[in-house]
């Protein structure tokens, strides 16, 4: 990265290998690159591109995970993303600025399972001696227009229009018979208007806004909001609280993704939106000098038409077949409490804790627990830097990966620890030279965060990163 006149530029390339964790069918590959251009035709005219580009290809060691005792050799699946991204931002006047940009983003996701040697897949008559593909490539194009005007300090107005079409084509195959082509496109034009209002010598703020969604398929619908917060500066205690209506269209892949491993397709074209409302209150408080913070937060959601996962409409299917589905009406109730200690100045200690309450149609919701914390601990001297760091995740509901049934999954904890040493080396165009370390699962708890999926077990990665340029 770095500058050359009116242009600045970064260039990012990045690859990841793995042979991963089981004996066979379990690698991983990963290429990464990235780029930006920014280029300053005046002090107030800047204009940005962006480029980026995923590659990734793995092995699906469970992909026969119903089966019991079998596991997948030869299934794969290959994955290319590609963002283009163009934006022109300019300031007319000092109280007043305006950004236009347009995006595209690609993707290809190919799936491939050949016939599986010495396997006897017959469990629920699925065809595991099949060779089976399927391909899904969803396209999403925005175009954006932003301009916000301020008033001072204590007012800033913002207006935008959005316009984004999602596109996405599908195609599956077993043993070269097809099972279906999608070629679908979905547009959305969004209006926005947000003031953000600060007063009492920005004590006060209060953030109104609202959106306008005018939808193809679903028609438009109003989503307000409205935020604040207040400050007592004697004390130290924030006070803040909201309230916000949201609509969420179904996404491409709940929409469209098509058939495979022996399942009607999961994606469902008779989907409807999710409309939800939401409330919020929470209170920050610091003590001693910044040396404690606590928190807490209470929230309040409903939601129409829950999105979800249901069994497909096909009897014939397994049971752990499912598909994007409507779940009805779900009500949730949390709280979210956090408090950080400085304990000296080179050692900190966090935690925070989630208890999430709710109610759906049939008395259950998969994979999301009532209670998740976190714990981590900070020590920071001079050239050291260690974190350790406990995830905490209780019971939750969850579909079984042979049968389909529902059932419980039990809680777990893991460790992470993670550190780094500057060097104390002086090198020429070296700004600095650090070793580094991080330990997962630190002692190798196995838990499956979905069932029948165990992961990974305890693994460490070391090694070395260096900053060159000049000081």
């Not at 999710?274 to 209170?283: C, D, I, K, P, Y």
Request: glycine share 10%.
């Amino acid at each position: 990265r770095g500058e050359a006149g009116k242009l600045g530029y970064s260039l990012s390339a990045a690859r990841l290998e793995s042979d991963g964790f089981r004996s066979i069918n379990d690698d991983y590959r990963n290429l990464a690159a990235s780029s930006r251009l920014d280029y300053k035709f005046t002090e107030d005219t800047n204009l940005k591109g962006i480029f980026r580009f995923i590659k990734t290809d793995l092995g699906l060691y469970n992909s026969n995970n119903f089966v019991p005792g079998a596991r997948d050799p030869n299934s794969r699946e290959a994955l290319s993303q590609y963002l283009g991204k163009l934006e022109w931002e300019q300031r007319i006047v000092k109280q007043w600025d305006y950004r236009i940009s347009g995006s595209i983003f690609k993707e290809h996701i190919k799936d491939t399972d050949d016939p599986d040697p010495l396997t006897d897949c017959t469990f629920f008559g699925f065809p595991c001696d099949s060779r089976t593909r399927s391909r899904f490539r969803p396209q999403i194009s925005t175009a954006e227009f932003q301009t916000n005007y301020r008033l001072g300090k204590w007012s800033t107005t913002t207006l935008g229009t959005e316009f984004k079409r999602r596109k996405a084509s599908t195609s599956s195959s077993s043993d070269g018979t097809s099972l279906g082509e999608i070629n679908r496109a979905i547009r959305n034009i969004g209006y926005y208007l947000q003031e953000q209002i600060k007063l009492l010598g920005d004590r006060l703020i209060v953030i109104p806004g609202v959106r306008l969604d005018d939808h193809q398929t679903f028609g438009t619908e109003w989503s307000p909001s409205v935020s604040s917060s207040y400050l007592f500066r004697q004390t130290g205690t924030k006070l803040k609280g909201g309230y916000a209506e949201g609509f969420k269209a179904p996404t491409l892949n709940e929409l469209f993704f098509p058939p495979g491993f022996g399942c009607a397709a999961f994606g469902n074209p008779d989907l409807g939106p999710e409309r939800s409302w939401e409330l919020n209150a929470g209170v920050e408080q610091i003590l001693f000098s910044d040396r404690i913070t606590l928190g807490a937060t209470y929230f309040h959601r409903e939601v129409k038409d829950l999105i979800g996962t249901g069994p497909t409409p096909n009897p014939t299917d397994p049971a752990f077949c499912v598909r994007a589905e409507n779940l009805g009406k779900a009500r949730f109730d949390g709280v979210e409490w956090l408090i950080n200690f400085k304990l000296l100045s080179f050692l900190s200690v966090g935690a925070n804790y989630t208890y999430l309450d709710w109610d759906t149609e049939d008395g259950r919701l998969t994979r999301r627990p009532r209670h998740r914390g976190n714990v981590n601990l900070n020590y920071f001297y001079e050239r050291f830097r260690i974190n350790l760091d406990a995830n905490i995740v209780g019971r939750r509901d969850d579909i079984d990966s042979v049968t389909g049934a529902n059932i419980t999954k039990g809680g777990y904890v893991k460790f992470d620890l993670a550190g780094a040493y500057q060097l104390p080396v002086t090198i020429p165009l070296l700004k600095d030279l650090s070793l580094f370390g991080k330990i997962e699962n630190l002692f190798n708890k196995k838990y499956e965060e979905a069932d029948g999926f165990r992961a990974r077990p305890l693994n460490f990665l070391l090694g070395m990163r260096g900053t060159f340029g000049s000081k």
